[in-house]
């Protein structure tokens, strides 16, 4: 077997030296590509119990283990509201509270009302320009628009309460004169002619707070607003008893049928003699004329 000449003699250790270099680079640009720390060098180890004692105690304070891992518990936190929390669902209140739902006979006679549409429409809604006769000696403003519907009478004294108002919209009037002119900016029902206009101040009640109605309370649904014969939930109906009978806005009261309790409603808008309510939790289709009762 020939020699290896002298000069080639270190050559396997210059390639293996290679080698484990490039190895070891190869690694370093592993772990920085990774986002991989490099390892630190080994350093000099001391023992301090104390200190050590005192960084484990805050250690389980904290729920931190060994291994740096910190334990999170779950805990209540409290963020203050924006606003008012709703008790009930406003959307289907709103248009009626700032609006007369209750119209008296007086009012009937001497309110103002619409009197021309534009272009000979039959009905009109938002935006639509509409001619008020009766705001001469008003000032310009928001006004409600309502409509007459059905005579309300007590049940039990057979007297006539006033008028069931229809909430119809909103109008705005710029300039009052013997015929003043306005534009609809709200619209729950189309507005006809003769449709009533009564001043709108804006100020609605926002916040209910539900409670029992006073005990003795006991009256009946006389009316409701659409007019459908069978009630259901979160529909506006009348009652029979107002503030002279202790009721006011946010109390509740028992709808009872023949034979048992079937729901409840909630007072919104008082008059002396009659109340308007929302129907809330029911068990059974209600009825006009079916009792209401204090809980």
């Known amino acids: 077997m020939p020699s290896i000449p002298p000069v080639l ?3 396997p250790n ?6 484990l270099l490039g190895l070891t680079g190869c690694a370093l640009l592993h772990r920085k590509a990774a986002n991989l720390p490099t390892p630190a060098a080994p350093v000099a180890q001391t023992t301090d119990a104390p200190a050590q004692a005192q960084g484990n105690a805050i250690d389980t304070a904290v729920g931190r283990s060994a291994a740096g891992i910190v334990t999170v518990l779950p805990e209540v936190r409290s963020v203050a509201a924006a606003g008012t929390i709703a008790t009930i669902p406003y959307d289907a209140i709103a248009s009626f509270l ?8 007086t009012e009937l006679r001497s309110a103002a009302r619409i009197s021309v549409l534009r272009d000979d ?14 705001l001469a000696q008003a000032g310009a403003g928001r006004y409600a628009v309502v409509r007459a519907g059905e005579p309300l009478l007590d049940p039990q004294s ?9 909430p119809i919209g909103t109008v705005q009037v710029e300039q009052t004169a013997a015929l003043s002119e306005g534009r609809l900016v709200e619209s729950r029902r189309e507005a006809q002619a003769d449709d009533l206009v009564f001043p709108d101040d804006g100020n609605i009640r926002q916040d209910f707070t539900p409670e029992p109605a006073p005990p003795g309370v006991a009256g009946e649904i006389i009316a409701v ?5 069978m009630i259901g939930q979160y529909q506006v ?4 008893r107002g503030s002279e009978h202790g009721l006011l806005p946010g109390h509740l009261l028992q709808i009872r049928s023949p034979e048992a309790a079937v729901g409840t409603l909630m007072v919104f808008k008082i008059y002396p003699k ?22």
Not at 14 to 19: G, T
Request: glycine letters at 8%.
């Open 9 to 11: 003699r270190p050559l």
């Open 14 to 19: 210059l390639l293996l030296a290679a080698l």
């Open 98 to 105: 700032s609006k007369p739902l209750l119209i008296s006979p």
């Open 121 to 134: 429409h039959v009905a009109v809604g938002a935006p639509h320009v509409v001619h008020i006769k009766g």
């Open 158 to 166: 057979h007297k006539l309460l006033g008028y069931l108002g229809i």
């Open 225 to 229: 607003i659409d007019g459908v014969s």
């Open 237 to 240: 109906v009348a009652v029979n």
């Open 274 to 295: 009659l109340s308007y309510a929302l129907t809330l939790r029911l068990l059974a289709p209600v009825r006009i004329a079916y009792p209401v009762v204090s809980p």
